[in-house]
Structure formats: structure tokens, C-alpha cells
């Protein structure tokens, strides 16, 4: 069954099916060397969802989020600093876009102090921020560590501006992106090059921030 009326052939969900095999092939080529076909995979998983969301009439700040989110995509599948920086700014640029999509969206920061579930994951959020940019400061260099910090204050401001709307799906979405942007960082700058742990974590972090995208998608979409 599919989420959008007009079955498989509806463009809606021709667009959802294709984005998914996107994301499928990327997840088989994740461990080849940087190619052009791997970018394109890897990009188009999400390029998609931000086409299925133009297409649905969905909010500008969720197509735009997730427009920028592709592009950091198609950064961080090619290797060096330079593509790295890129990535983060690109997604640092998306998180700017989905705090102000899920503000304005949502009920207000009072929402935290009135439900204590809120407030309980927020300060969760918080918490796990904090303890990884402790960890991080110390095992980057100089020239990374304030736009690391930037960008972890920007993912933890999209978790607690989702934890603001009514939607279920966009909050679980947001918790899903920070918990694949901290494995990430630990694959990325914590482990050690040889370390066992690696290939398992480049897997669940794709897996995670691509449920994440796909959830916060269509919870604006169809909830």
C-alpha cells in the first residue's frame, strides 16, 4: 500500500519508491571507492524526497532543508577536508532551515516546561551535545573544532524546535538525525583507522539518517 493516492504509477510515489532504491544501491556501494555512480546514489535518496515535497505542495523550508541536506550528501560521499567542510555547511544551512520550518510549525518552546516527556528529551539532546563536542574538541584540530561546535549547537536546535510540533513522525525524524550525526562523528574522528567498529557504524549512520529524512518528509506530508 502506498502512502499517496494514484498507486505506484502516481508520481508522488514513484518518487518515494525510486528515492528508496537510491538509498538501497548507496547503502551496497557505501564501502567502494568514491565514484561518480556512489555520489549520485547517495545524493538522490534524499534529491528525491525534496522532488516528492515540491510535488505535494509541502512547506518551501522542508523542500529547501532537504534540497541542502542533498547537496551535503554529495559532499561527504567524496573524501578529504575540503568535501567534509562543504558537507557540514551545507547541512549546518539545513538544520537553520528545519528549526525555522519546525518553529513555525509548532507550538512555542512552552511546550518543554508543559509536557514533561518534552522536556525529558530535550534535555537528553542537551546532554548527549555536550558530552560529544567534549569528546570532539579534543581529538580535532583547531581549524575544525568552532565549525563542529557551530553545527552541533544547529542539530541540537532542530531537536529541540521539533520537540515543539504536534507530529510524532517529525520529532522521531529529528532524534533519528541526531543519533546519526553523533555515530558520524565518532566513526568519523573517535575510533581508531583500524577499529573493527567502523564498517557496522558507516551502515547504521546511513540507515538512520535516511529514516530520518524519510520521516520527517512525510510527516509533514501525510500526518
Known amino acids: 500500500m502506498m502512502p499517496f493516492p494514484g498507486g505506484i504509477e502516481a508520481n508522488a510515489n514513484a518518487a518515494l519508491l525510486f528515492s528508496f532504491v537510491a538509498a538501497v544501491i548507496y547503502a551496497f556501494a557505501l564501502d567502494m571507492p568514491p565514484k561518480w555512480t556512489r555520489t549520485a546514489a547517495k545524493t538522490l535518496a534524499v534529491a528525491l524526497l525534496a522532488v516528492l ?95 563542529i561546535a557551530v553545527y552541533v549547537a544547529a542539530i541540537l536546535a532542530m531537536g529541540i524546535s521539533a520537540l515543539t510540533t504536534g507530529s510524532a513522525w517529525v520529532i522521531a525524524g529529528a532524534v533519528l538525525f541526531i543519533a546519526s550525526d553523533g555515530l558520524l562523528a565518532s566513526e568519523r574522528f573517535l575510533l581508531a583507522a583500524i577499529s573493527p567498529h567502523r564498517v557496522w557504524m558507516r551502515y547504521t549512520v546511513w540507515v538512520l539518517y535516511y529514516a530520518a529524512q524519510l520521516t520527517v518528509t512525510l510527516g509533514f506530508l501525510i500526518s
Open 53 to 147: 515535497a515540491a510535488m505535494q505542495g509541502g512547506p518551501p523550508l522542508l523542500v529547501a532543508a532537504l534540497a541542502l541536506s542533498a547537496a551535503g550528501d554529495a559532499f561527504l560521499s567524496r573524501d578529504g577536508e575540503k568535501p567534509f567542510l562543504g558537507g557540514l555547511a551545507s547541512f549546518l544551512a539545513g538544520h537553520v532551515a528545519y528549526v525555522a520550518l519546525f518553529a513555525q510549525s509548532g507550538g512555542g518552546l512552552g511546550l518543554l516546561s508543559a509536557e514533561s516527556w518534552r522536556a525529558a528529551i530535550a534535555l537528553a539532546m542537551a546532554a548527549f551535545s555536550v558530552v560529544m563536542l567534549a569528546a570532539l574538541w579534543r581529538r580535532v584540530g583547531p581549524q575544525l573544532r568552532i565549525p
